[in-house]
């Protein structure tokens, strides 16, 4: 453990994540009144990614990577498992635009026809704001 590492006793920890997302669920229903009256909720910290994911030092961002691991040498979203397909923080590159890109490659891959999901003569695709999409069902 390094000097700049703070570690907590389980029940610190326990009790410290606890209070942490009552709150947040608390200060949510401010803006999503009856959220609330969820069943259950769960709140990860670095120490969680760190144990459950083995992810270097509690990061959220996916496996540590190289520069031989990002872009062009990244993980292919195909597997030699047929019907597999890989996507996320671990596999393109890390962020939400890496993410967001890996998701659109394994789409691809399994529609097996890039022309598909970006044909120019098809409908354009259209961004709302959140303000818009209120009283939409999905």
Same mark, same amino acid.
């Given at each position: 453990m390094g000097k700049d =590492? @703070?570690? $907590? %006793?389980? %029940?610190? +920890?326990d009790a410290m994540k606890e209070d942490l997302a009552w709150r947040m669920v608390r200060g949510l229903e401010k803006h999503v009144p009856g959220v609330a009256h969820i069943v259950f909720y /769960?709140? &990860?910290t670095p120490l969680t990614n760190e144990h459950y994911l083995n992810a270097t030092?509690?990061?959220?961002? &996916?496996? =540590?990577? /190289?520069?031989?691991?990002v872009g062009p040498w990244a993980f292919s979203p195909r597997t030699e498992f047929e019907g597999l397909?890989? +996507? &996320?923080a671990s596999?393109?590159?890390?962020g939400v635009a890496?993410? #967001?890109? /890996?998701?659109i490659n394994a789409a691809k891959a399994v529609?097996? %026809?890039?022309?598909? @999901? $970006?044909?120019?003569?098809?409908? /354009?695709? #259209? $961004?709302?704001?959140? =303000? +818009?999409?209120?009283?939409?069902?999905?």
């Open positions: =590492e @703070i570690r $907590f %006793a389980p %029940a610190d +920890c /769960s709140l &990860g030092r509690g990061n959220l961002y &996916g496996i =540590e990577k /190289s520069p031989q691991q397909y890989l +996507c &996320g596999t393109l590159s890390h890496g993410v #967001t890109q /890996s998701g529609l097996n %026809a890039a022309h598909v @999901i $970006f044909d120019q003569s098809g409908a /354009s695709l #259209t $961004f709302l704001p959140s =303000e +818009c999409v209120r009283g939409l069902r999905v």
